[in-house]
């Protein structure tokens, strides 16, 4: 049971434009949400968070939208740098300090 | 501030040895969590340790143990091993456990050990 889905795989993005990456979940005890970024042979990073009291959270060129009617969040990059490319995964947590990830989504980001 | 470490890197063993991995917490958290990763699948949780005692633990069977000390770090062990143990372990430390929602508990993880079981 994947309560936490990540549905593309991957995303292609040419410098400087927009990245929009995906989530959506099913367990409605989730209350709070985060971003990670991966590198090869790394751990993940933590980007950003939000917490399910609020729909918006903001930091520098990341973005995290929260839309809890339908279960969904995304994460925008703007503008998209070569940097940035990474999986990014989304994870979720309910009472008790687990995080539930998504399987992730390769962001490649083209100069 | 240092980070989260984990060591060692990477570690070969073979059907039914045993394993331990280790993981410093980040200055002042108190909590560490375990996931396991296999390849190309997010981060799967394997169990949480807030001072020194289990606080929480995922789908996993109890030939999966852990400890945490007075310092806060921690190991995981794991006996018994088979193929499908295979995966990169990643400990994460966070000042507490969850806080209810105030986002205070974000985990912090470490480099990870990439175990292969042969």
């Known amino acids: 049971d994947q309560q936490v889905k990540q549905n593309s795989p991957s995303l292609s993005v040419q410098e400087g434009r927009i990245s929009i990456l995906n989530c959506d979940y099913t367990?409605?005890?989730?209350?709070?949400f985060l971003w990670y970024k991966k590198y090869p042979a790394e751990g993940p990073t933590f980007l950003i968070s939000i917490s399910s009291i609020k729909d918006k959270n903001e930091d520098g060129r990341f973005t995290v939208f929260l839309n809890k009617s339908a279960k969904h969040l995304s994460l925008h990059i703007v503008p998209s740098q070569p940097g940035d490319s990474a999986v990014y995964f989304c994870?979720?947590?309910?009472?008790?300090?687990?995080?539930?990830f998504g399987q992730g989504t390769i962001l490649t980001v083209h100069p | 501030e240092t980070g989260v470490t984990q060591s060692p890197t990477h570690l070969i063993k073979t059907r039914g040895q045993q394993v331990t991995l280790r993981c410093s917490s980040q200055?002042?958290?108190?909590?560490v969590s375990w996931y396991q990763q296999a390849l190309g699948q997010g981060p799967q949780f394997i169990f949480q340790?807030?001072?020194?005692?289990?606080?929480g633990r995922g789908n996993f069977p109890p030939r999966f143990s852990g400890l945490q000390f007075p310092n806060y770090s921690s190991e995981l062990n794991v006996n018994a091993l088979e193929l499908d143990d295979s995966a990169l372990y990643l400990c994460a430390s966070s000042p507490g456990p969850a806080s209810g929602g105030l986002g205070t508990d974000t985990q912090y993880f470490g480099p990870g050990t990439r175990l292969t079981v042969l």
């Open positions: 994870a979720a947590r309910a009472w008790g300090g687990k995080l539930t």
């Open positions: 200055s002042g958290h108190n909590t």
């Open positions: 340790y807030y001072r020194e005692e289990e606080n």
């Open positions: 367990n409605s005890m989730f209350d709070y």
